[in-house]
């Protein structure tokens, strides 16, 4: 009998966990330096925590791994978060709404069924998470910490797609639809249907000057914001934002275009939203949710954060090549009376920053630069260099290890 | 090879039936008293029938045991909001069996419409024997918080006690006005349905059957509008059945319905105790009984270990095998067995065909190791026989969850069954041996832990004392 792993959920191997470990020392790494500190919330959360607040969009919702616990007698259903900002959120919330400020960021899997199986039902991100300020550039400050973690894995040419939740949800007003259709729309803008779109615009040709142009300024901000005549003081102050970010994202070099329609992500964002492509491949996003977490029964906290997606950024990633290398790699090989001290030769050379492997049958490893053999007579030690086929008869540990350290 | 197709029994089978008459089926036996589940067609030797309660079919047809199946797409829809990407394909509407699905509450709650629903601060408690579907409204109504109760039925007596809201079957919304509720939306028009396996749809010829069936569609059709009849009448009557006793501030007793019924009579009249109206003639589900601070409602028996552990009850008289069946799915449930009543006495058995070459559930498990046996255990006890296959380490097994009539799947759509039985003559007569006993199910009378602390749980006490005398008597 073969035993198959789970539909829909993945095998990580030694390749893979190795670009996987890449990314997120890469993202650890800038977190900790932007003062950024790591969390980690559970598994599994109440359904309610993710209906109640009414951010997540239906189509989302009926993909969540929901089910009773052992003890959900009373129905109370729990989920395998599909989502970690929410939980976030709700951390927030529970911990240290006594502060200010609180600069998060976590890496976490998601769960959300996919009916092919083809596709991964569980799902690896990086996220942070800016919680207390409501400046502009806050979100400046998401945008240039995800490139950089970016640009330290190798990837230099990331475009930024912005739009704005308010912003759209106020040109869809102005679309002559009822409210109930505007959030419809809105909701398939969330879940990545352009097709709705595409019809509304086959309807209103009027329309294709909003949602079928991408601008590269500020200027085009500002276009789209004199079609709406009676915008509220609170929207004409955030699309204000808007514009300022997309001048300091000029200012600052990025590579940024303006699409409105393309708000594909989560109900809960309020303000600006950003994607990040790499060509063709989304490998993050983020925005602003400012009503998240009064909307959870915290304080009137305003947070912005981002993800990058992690299962997206392996497939691109080209394999490294330092886990192949054989530099500073040792093989012991070893008779049983020389146990002892075999082991003990392999601790004090691993505690000087070698990699040390037993050989102890088989076939050998091949990606090591030294093989050393430990017998029970003097000389105890024999140490070949493979590549350069030299070998040598050593009687102490110290001479080995200087042996070693000097080729 | 065969073709099989799943038939329904109950609400369908009337029209159903006709249907495959005039399609030239010539199914033998298949009517409203059939004894017989497999049925035979003199015309298409090829073809294979069996009779299946409704809800079974789906599923049926989903894992592949059958090719074709006939039931109402309120069940269709029911497995496909879960299983989107099951192997279940709704073929074609066969115009007959009319009736539609109401979400309905109470006209005592505050939950008039659609929208104070969904504004609701409060969780909402749903009731329904379609489980899958009331998620599926309540995610897509975005309800902030929901609970819902999987029922087994007699939904309509819930509200507005025992759940704020129920999504139940009825012809029209009249119905549902005359159970003393308020429809307040339509959530489905269901009709009998033809449904195949996507498998089968894809690589077999069917057509020589489906083209005398699909000719005969025209002569079974309900009347085009009788749902939208009585415009005039749509208004909630207080509910003539219902007696006027307050159900707020007293112990609430669950009876059951069914063949129960009659020993529960006898037990409370042995105990001095007066009911009225129960069992009911005209359906009333709230009999009155006489003991101060008591109201009772009828409900399912399998229903009330749950109910029960939510508080919308305080005691119930139920079976041990649906206690044990809810205590295995949840452990740690406030829900205590508080008294036997010694009757309804059956043992709850695993039991195979005859031809399989074992005995006891050991070998069993060995003879399915050994022949790479994926063991298919169908029972309406869901969760004992989950718990039952994994204590005995039963290799691969699925659990094919059934509503009733459970011993009829063996040898072709199930291997093992858990199942009770009084005298095993039912499992005899299907062919099947008993190679085990789980345990013995009696009557119970059950409370939760809650309940035995509220005030006024005094009364519980008394009344459990009435029927201890009563059953020590008998």
Not at chain 1, 213 to 230: A, M
Not at chain 1, 328 to 347: C, E, H, N, Y
Not at chain 2, 386 to 413: C, N, Q, V
């Amino acid at each position: 009998m073969k035993i198959e792993r789970c539909k829909g959920m993945r095998d990580f191997l030694p390749e893979e966990m190795e670009k996987f470990r890449q990314i997120t020392e890469a993202f650890r790494d800038s977190c900790l330096k932007w003062g950024y500190e790591e969390v980690k919330t559970p598994t599994l959360e109440y359904l309610y925590l993710f209906t109640s607040a009414g951010t997540l969009t239906p189509g989302m919702l009926n993909r969540v791994y929901s089910f009773l616990d052992w003890d959900g007698w009373s129905g109370e259903r729990v989920v395998l978060r599909p989502d970690v900002t929410i939980p976030v959120a709700r951390l927030f919330t529970e911990h240290l709404a006594d502060r200010e400020l609180a600069k998060l960021f976590y890496i976490a899997n998601t769960f959300a069924f996919e009916e092919t199986g083809k596709k991964n039902r569980e799902r690896w991100q990086c996220g942070a998470e800016l919680i207390g300020l409501r400046s502009p550039l806050a979100d400046v400050e998401l945008i240039a910490l995800a490139l950089q973690v970016l640009r330290k894995l190798g990837l230099d040419n990331v475009e930024i797609k912005l739009s704005h939740a308010g912003l759209t949800r106020s040109i869809l007003q102005k679309s002559g639809l009822n409210e109930e259709q505007q959030n419809q729309v809105f909701d398939s803008l969330l879940d990545g249907d352009m097709g709705i779109i595409n019809h509304l615009i086959s309807e209103k040709p009027e329309l294709s000057s909003l949602f079928n142009l991408q601008g590269k300024s500020s200027g085009f901000v500002k276009n789209l914001t004199s079609f709406l005549t009676n915008a509220t003081p609170d929207l004409k102050s955030q699309i204000d934002d808007f514009s300022f970010i997309s001048d300091i994202l000029q200012e600052l070099g990025y590579n940024y275009r303006i699409d409105i329609a393309s708000i594909r992500g989560f109900e809960y964002y309020t303000g600006v939203i950003f994607q990040l492509y790499a060509g063709d491949e989304k490998i993050g996003g983020g925005g602003r949710y400012d009503a998240l977490i009064p909307a959870m029964g915290g304080e009137n906290t305003p947070a912005s954060g981002f993800a990058l997606y992690m299962d997206q950024l392996m497939q691109i990633l080209p394999a490294k090549a330092s886990a192949r290398d054989s530099k500073g790699k040792i093989v012991i090989k070893m008779a049983r009376k020389s146990a002892r001290l075999g082991f003990d030769i392999a601790d004090s050379l691993r505690s000087s920053g070698y990699i040390v492997k037993f050989h102890f049958g088989g076939k050998g490893p091949t990606d090591v630069s030294w093989i050393l053999e430990v017998g029970e007579k003097t000389p105890v030690f024999t140490l070949t260099h493979i590549s350069q086929n030299k070998r040598f008869h050593l009687n102490s540990p110290e001479e080995l290890l200087e042996k070693i350290q000097n080729n | 090879m065969k073709i099989k197709i799943a038939l329904p029994k109950g609400r369908l089978l009337k029209n159903t039936a006709r249907l495959t008459h005039y399609a030239g089926w010539d199914l033998e036996g298949y009517s409203e008293d059939a004894r017989l589940y497999h049925l035979n067609s003199k015309r298409f030797p090829e073809l294979n029938a069996r009779i299946f309660q409704e809800k079974d079919i789906p599923i049926q047809v989903a894992i592949g045991n059958y090719d074709l199946g006939i039931c109402g797409l309120d069940w269709v829809q029911e497995f496909l909001v879960k299983y989107p990407g099951s192997n279940l394909l709704k073929i074609k509407n066969l115009s007959y069996g009319r009736s539609s699905l109401f979400l309905a509450t109470s006209p005592l709650s505050g939950y008039v419409s659609l929208n104070s629903l969904k504004t609701a601060n409060q969780p909402i408690s749903i009731a329904s024997e379609y489980p899958n579907l009331a998620e599926y409204l309540a995610l897509n109504l975005r309800l902030k918080r929901f609970n819902i109760f999987p029922i087994w039925g007699a939904a309509e007596i819930y509200p507005p006690e025992n759940a704020d809201v129920i999504i139940l079957p009825a012809d029209n919304e009249q119905q549902i006005f005359d159970y003393g509720l308020n429809p307040i939306s339509k959530v489905l028009e269901s009709q009998a349905y033809l449904i195949a396996n996507k498998n089968s749809w894809a690589t077999r010829d069917l057509s020589a059957i489906l083209t005398g069936l699909f000719s005969s569609i025209e002569t079974v059709q309900d009347a085009s509008n009788d749902s939208h009849g009585h415009p005039n009448k749509k208004e909630t009557r207080l509910n003539l059945f219902s007696n006027p006793d307050q159900w707020e501030g007293k112990i609430h007793l669950a009876l059951p319905d069914g063949h129960a019924q009659k020993h529960v009579v006898n037990i409370l009249e042995k105990a001095g105790i007066k009911i009225y109206d129960y069992p009911s003639a005209c359906g009333n589900r709230k009999p009155r009984i006489e003991i101060p601070f008591i109201a009772t409602k009828v409900i399912r028996p399998q229903d009330m270990p749950l109910q029960v552990a939510n508080g919308k009850f305080d005691i119930a008289i139920t079976g041990k095998d649906w206690v044990e069946e809810h205590l295995y799915r949840f452990p740690s449930s406030p829900v205590v067995n508080l008294l036997d009543l010694k009757y309804s006495r059956v043992k709850i058995v695993a039991a195979i065909h005859n031809d399989i070459p074992v005995n006891d559930i050991r070998s069993l498990r060995n003879y399915a190791i050994s022949r790479e046996w994926k063991l298919r255990v169908a029972s309406e006890y869901v969760n004992i026989a989950d718990k039952y296959a994994r204590d005995h380490h039963l290799y691969m097994y699925r659990i094919i969850p059934t509503w009733g009539a459970t011993e009829s799947f063996l040898p072709d759509d199930a291997d093992l069954l858990i199942e009770n039985t009084e005298t095993g003559n039912t499992l005899r007569r299907h062919n099947l041996k008993i190679i085990d006993t789980l345990f013995e199910s009696t009557a119970c009378l059950i409370a939760s832990t809650e309940s035995l602390r509220k005030p006024g749980s005094g009364v519980i006490s008394t009344f459990i004392e009435k029927l201890k005398k009563a059953v020590e008597e008998a």
